[in-house]
């Protein structure tokens, strides 16, 4: 006896449609949260390295954290290096790749500098994806400078230096912190992530955003900088580049601290309403805090 073979009907062929497409609307979303952790932790990983050449720095530097921006011969872009050079961090940091963020496609010709002069080759590093914590008391002095960007109760806030000194090229006697100084290490952070966006910031995200840059703020991180990112706007105004520069995952981001730790934190953490919280900004935590 034969059988007759059966085919699908219309309304079985829309069922077994409908149960892929409700399957794939529940898989994707799991699929792009699976990645984006994934990216989230090779972030981690690069910038805790960053951190640690720091520390190695240190050992070999008297106790003294690089600074932002160095001059080899005068002030001028062709003679400056950044802290991410090869004649600053470089030898600690042999693969240049940690300094782009998995989640970041910030690609800058190294060959081209609009407002610099170009240095040489051996100088480069790949754009970068992460800024230095570089608060200093002597930057915009006169107009309560960084410390306004901090609460002043009970006392005010005086010495508002972040670990990593902005240098020369911004202040005019640049002073290096020290290590031993820093009053708790384990909360005071050294590197962020967010430079794409606060490069955007500045009105320049096509400019180079290397050791050596045309346009301020791309790889350092000052009280403004800090406060806007955290808060997601520009000085109380929404800006899409500040709100999305420290909530890349799931609406937190990676920070790098000077005991060479790294942590994923919400930006809601480093601030104390809408101020920032000098503990994890600041080498020295004014008394109160």
Not at 143 to 164: D, E, H, L, M, R
Not at 253 to 263: E, G, I, L, P, W
Request: proline share 7%.
């Amino acid at each position: 006896m034969s059988l007759k073979s059966r085919a699908f009907t219309l309304i079985e062929l829309l069922v077994v449609i409908a149960i892929i497409a409700i399957l794939a609307a529940i898989l994707f979303p799991v699929f792009a949260q699976a990645k984006l952790a994934a990216k989230k932790t090779a972030d981690l990983s690069n910038i805790k390295q960053i951190g640690t050449a720091v520390v190695l720095y240190i050992n070999d530097s008297d106790d003294v954290y690089p600074m932002a921006s160095y001059f080899s011969q005068g002030v001028a872009y062709g003679n400056m290096y950044r802290w991410s050079s090869q004649l600053c961090l470089g030898p600690y940091i042999k693969n240049t790749q940690i300094f782009q963020a998995p989640v970041d496609s910030y690609k800058v010709d190294l060959t081209t500098y609009p407002l610099e002069v170009p240095i040489p080759s051996t100088r480069q590093v790949a754009p970068i994806s992460y800024m230095a914590n570089s608060l200093s008391t002597q930057l915009l002095a006169g107009s309560g400078g960084q410390c306004k960007y901090f609460p002043s109760v009970p006392a005010a806030v005086t010495s508002c230096n972040g670990p990593i000194g902005p240098g020369g090229w911004y202040v005019t006697n640049p002073s290096a912190q020290t290590s031993t100084s820093a009053d708790s290490p384990s909360e005071l952070i050294m590197f962020t992530e967010g430079s794409p966006e606060n490069n955007a910031w500045w009105g320049c995200p096509n400019t180079a955003n290397t050791e050596t840059f045309a346009c301020d703020g791309s790889d350092v991180v000052y009280g403004y900088d800090a406060l806007n990112m955290a808060l997601g706007n520009s000085f109380g105004t929404a800006d899409a580049n500040m709100a999305k520069a420290w909530r890349k995952y799931a609406n937190q981001s990676n920070y790098a601290f000077s005991d060479t730790h790294a942590k994923t934190l919400p930006p809601g953490k480093l601030t104390l309403g809408l101020l920032l919280n000098p503990r994890y900004w600041l080498v020295n935590i004014p008394a109160g805090y």
